[in-house]
C-alpha cells in the first residue's frame, strides 16, 4: 500500500512558477510509476505529467509541455513537478498518483492509479 501526500500549492500570480511535491510512504515508491493530475471546478480530473519507476522516461500533457518538468527522488520517495510561467488556465486540484505507466498515461480520472494524494490547490491569479 502507498500512501501519497501532496504539498506546494497555493495562490500564485500569472507567470509565476511554483513546486509541488509529493511524498510517499511504503517501500514499494520505486517500483510505481508516478504521476499528477489536476481537476478545476465543475471538470473533469485530467492527466498532467508521468514518469517512469526509474525516471528516465517522462510524459506531459500539450497544455502543460515545455512549461513543466516531472522528476523523482526514489532515495527520498518522493515525485516533483515543477511548473513555469503559469497561466490563469492552470488552476486546479493537483494530484499526485501512484500506478503503472501505461494506466497513468491511457485511462481517465481514477481509473489511471491505482493510489491516490488528497490534492494540492493551485490558484493562479491573473
Known amino acids: 500500500h502507498v500512501q501519497l501526500v501532496e504539498s506546494g500549492g497555493g495562490l500564485v500570480q500569472a507567470g509565476d512558477s511554483l513546486r509541488l511535491s509529493c511524498a510517499a510512504s511504503g517501500r514499494t515508491f520505486s517500483d510505481h510509476a508516478m504521476g499528477w493530475f489536476r481537476q478545476a471546478s465543475g471538470k473533469e480530473r485530467e492527466f498532467v505529467a508521468a514518469?517512469?519507476?526509474?525516471?528516465?522516461?517522462?510524459y506531459y500533457s500539450d497544455s502543460v509541455k515545455g512549461r513543466s518538468t516531472i522528476s523523482r527522488d526514489n532515495a527520498k520517495n518522493t515525485v516533483y513537478l515543477q511548473m513555469h510561467t503559469l497561466k490563469s488556465e492552470d488552476t486546479a486540484v493537483y494530484y499526485c498518483a501512484a500506478g503503472s505507466l501505461y494506466g497513468l498515461r491511457t485511462f481517465q480520472g481514477m481509473r489511471a492509479a491505482d493510489y491516490w494524494g488528497q490534492g494540492t490547490q493551485v490558484t493562479v491569479s491573473s
Open positions: 514518469i517512469s519507476t526509474s525516471g528516465g522516461s517522462t
